[in-house]
């Protein structure tokens, strides 16, 4: 048994057991992925996959199993990597963050800026992304730090820790009669055509349930991934916006006006998350804390369930 061995079975379960992408991930040739597989079959004397033909189709009971052990030996062999680095290699290395748009636009630029200037020789990798492809990005080993509001808080396998809280808000072009109002209500914003976020991203569920509770149908003409597009929508007259307050800057959107409406859509909460289990550098714990002072190493090491990788 080898580690090759072990990431076969790792990434055929990730790559729906097509043995040309398992072979791609992991620079070898698909026969030589199934002869790893063969070999190891024969080695524990159980057959890991259920085939039809040549093909795999999924894991046998002893394969899910094993499965599991393997993710936990791959992570810990990963960790183990990790620990020496962290003696030999103090302040180099590399850092992989994932967050989505509005947290990789408007809540981390000072915070990467800070980062790189205590760290210079750490490659700090910041990738943009929706929340399952975070949640799928740390549970893989991919990334060390996921960003987002949605969607990390509810997997077992990663532990969150609040960041901070925002809320949405109205952007009209200036001049709008919504600017007019002594106060506006949801039946007043739903009077309009609504430019707002992808349902799944950035609080968007909490907006169509308070439109929902009250009763109300909006027209949603357009939905975006990002508030960059929501205001240039609503400055080409489309709609009104609903979007992320921290999105909106006086000095660079000076067409348009921000209408605060906590009232009506609630707070919503971003959350730092890190894969249960994994090992990280005292920089990617500086970085944390440089997001957030309440979230030192040692407040973020006791809230980690590292004895509980699975």
Request: hydrophobic letters at 40%; aromatic letters at 8%.
């Amino acid at each position: 048994m080898n580690f090759q061995q072990l990431r076969i079975i790792r990434e055929a379960a990730r790559r729906n057991f097509n043995l040309t992408e398992v072979g791609n991930a992991l620079f070898t040739s698909q026969s030589g992925v199934s002869k790893h597989i063969k070999d190891l079959e024969d080695e524990l004397g159980v057959e890991l996959f259920v085939r039809k033909g040549k093909r795999l189709l999924g894991l046998t009971e002893p394969g899910e199993e094993l499965l599991v052990i393997v993710e936990r030996i791959l992570l810990d062999s990963n960790n183990i990597k990790n620990l020496v680095e962290q003696y030999s290699k103090r302040d180099e290395g590399q850092l992989t963050v994932v967050a989505t748009h509005t947290q990789a636009r408007y809540a981390l630029p000072q915070v990467v800026h800070e980062f790189k200037k205590s760290f210079p020789k750490v490659h700090l990798k910041l990738h943009q992304a929706g929340p399952d492809e975070i949640v799928s990005m740390l549970l893989s080993g991919e990334a060390d730090i996921g960003v987002a509001t949605e969607a990390l808080g509810e997997v077992v396998k990663l532990d969150s820790f609040p960041y901070y809280t925002w809320h949405h808000a109205v952007v009209v072009p200036k001049g709008h009669p919504l600017s007019k109002l002594q106060a506006i209500t949801l039946k007043d914003i739903a009077a309009y055509p609504l430019v707002t976020y992808h349902e799944g991203l950035t609080g968007r569920a909490k907006i169509d349930r308070a439109f929902a509770e009250a009763g109300l149908n909006p027209d949603i003409v357009m939905s975006a991934l990002d508030a960059d597009v929501i205001k240039t929508y609503v400055e080409l007259g489309m709609g009104i916006g609903i979007m992320a307050s921290m999105a909106f800057s006086p000095a660079k959107d000076g067409d348009l006006q921000l209408l605060e409406c906590e009232q009506f859509f609630g707070a919503n909460t971003t959350y730092i998350a890190l894969r249960r289990g994994h090992y990280l550098r005292s920089f990617a714990y500086r970085f944390i804390e440089l997001c957030s002072s309440r979230l030192d190493e040692k407040t973020v090491r006791a809230g980690l369930a590292l004895e509980c990788p699975e």
